[in-house]
Protein backbone atom coordinates (compact mmCIF):
# COMPACT_ATOMS: atom_id res chain seq x y z
CA UNK A 1 0.00 0.00 0.00
CA UNK A 2 1.27 3.19 -0.84
CA UNK A 3 2.19 5.98 1.70
CA UNK A 4 -0.76 8.40 1.73
CA UNK A 5 -1.02 10.92 4.39
CA UNK A 6 -3.59 10.17 7.12
CA UNK A 7 -5.82 12.79 6.38
CA UNK A 8 -6.73 11.10 3.15
CA UNK A 9 -7.61 7.71 4.45
CA UNK A 10 -11.61 7.31 4.93
CA UNK A 11 -12.79 7.16 8.58
CA UNK A 12 -15.86 6.84 9.70
CA UNK A 13 -15.44 9.06 13.25
CA UNK A 14 -15.69 12.79 12.31
CA UNK A 15 -13.88 13.56 15.77
CA UNK A 16 -11.15 11.11 14.97
CA UNK A 17 -10.28 12.07 11.26
CA UNK A 18 -10.48 16.23 12.88
CA UNK A 19 -8.14 14.72 15.55
CA UNK A 20 -5.83 12.97 12.69
CA UNK A 21 -5.94 15.74 10.68
CA UNK A 22 -5.07 18.21 13.67
CA UNK A 23 -1.76 16.13 14.74
CA UNK A 24 -0.98 15.62 10.98
CA UNK A 25 -1.10 19.28 10.56
CA UNK A 26 0.83 20.19 13.41
CA UNK A 27 3.57 17.70 12.62
CA UNK A 28 3.76 19.06 9.30
CA UNK A 29 4.16 22.00 10.78
CA UNK A 30 6.95 21.02 13.33
CA UNK A 31 9.36 19.09 10.38
CA UNK A 32 8.81 22.51 8.47
CA UNK A 33 9.84 24.83 11.58
CA UNK A 34 12.78 22.43 12.10
CA UNK A 35 16.28 23.85 12.68
CA UNK A 36 19.41 21.92 12.25
CA UNK A 37 21.04 20.83 15.46
CA UNK A 38 24.26 19.74 13.89
CA UNK A 39 26.75 20.94 16.12
CA UNK A 40 29.59 22.04 13.53
CA UNK A 41 31.99 23.34 16.11
CA UNK A 42 35.47 22.84 16.73
CA UNK A 43 35.75 20.03 19.37
CA UNK A 44 37.11 21.66 22.92
CA UNK A 45 40.12 21.09 23.58
CA UNK A 46 43.02 21.74 26.40
CA UNK A 47 45.46 24.48 25.60
CA UNK A 48 48.11 22.88 27.86
CA UNK A 49 47.77 19.79 25.33
CA UNK A 50 49.07 21.71 22.58
CA UNK A 51 51.51 23.63 23.71
CA UNK A 52 54.59 21.17 23.78
CA UNK A 53 57.23 22.92 25.61
CA UNK A 54 60.13 20.57 24.86
CA UNK A 55 59.75 20.77 21.57
CA UNK A 56 59.99 24.40 21.34
CA UNK A 57 63.22 23.76 23.85
CA UNK A 58 64.90 21.21 21.44
CA UNK A 59 64.19 23.86 18.41
CA UNK A 60 65.28 27.29 20.57
CA UNK A 61 68.54 24.98 20.31
CA UNK A 62 68.73 24.12 17.31
CA UNK A 63 68.45 27.46 16.23
CA UNK A 64 70.78 28.66 18.57
CA UNK A 65 73.84 26.15 17.12
CA UNK A 66 71.98 27.00 13.33
CA UNK A 67 73.10 31.13 14.43
CA UNK A 68 76.07 29.96 16.20
CA UNK A 69 77.54 28.01 12.95
CA UNK A 70 76.94 30.93 10.65
CA UNK A 71 78.56 33.67 12.67
CA UNK A 72 81.70 31.39 12.56
CA UNK A 73 81.10 31.14 8.50
CA UNK A 74 80.32 34.88 7.88
CA UNK A 75 83.62 35.64 10.21
CA UNK A 76 85.96 33.05 7.86
CA UNK A 77 84.30 34.56 5.27
CA UNK A 78 85.14 38.48 6.08
CA UNK A 79 88.81 37.00 6.95
CA UNK A 80 89.11 35.61 3.57
CA UNK A 81 87.74 38.72 1.65
CA UNK A 82 90.10 40.98 4.18
CA UNK A 83 93.49 38.84 3.50
CA UNK A 84 92.40 38.88 -0.57
CA UNK A 85 92.10 34.63 -0.20
CA UNK A 86 95.97 34.02 -0.70
CA UNK A 87 96.11 30.29 -0.45
CA UNK A 88 99.38 28.18 -0.55
CA UNK A 89 99.65 25.87 -3.31
CA UNK A 90 103.24 24.70 -3.31
CA UNK A 91 104.08 20.85 -2.36
CA UNK A 92 106.64 20.79 0.50
CA UNK A 93 106.51 17.21 0.17
CA UNK A 94 109.88 14.91 0.29
CA UNK A 95 110.01 11.72 -1.10
CA UNK A 96 110.64 9.35 2.27
CA UNK A 97 112.57 6.87 -0.01
CA UNK A 98 114.98 7.79 -3.26
CA UNK A 99 114.16 6.70 -6.84
CA UNK A 100 116.99 4.36 -7.95
Not at 36 to 57: E, G, I, M, Q, Y
Request: charged content about 35%.
Amino acid sequence: MPRVPRLMLPCRSECLQSTWEKAYQDHRKKVRDAQPLVDTRAPWSLSHFHLNLKKLKLEEERLSVIDRDNRLLLQKLSCIMRTRGQTDSRNNYTCRREKR
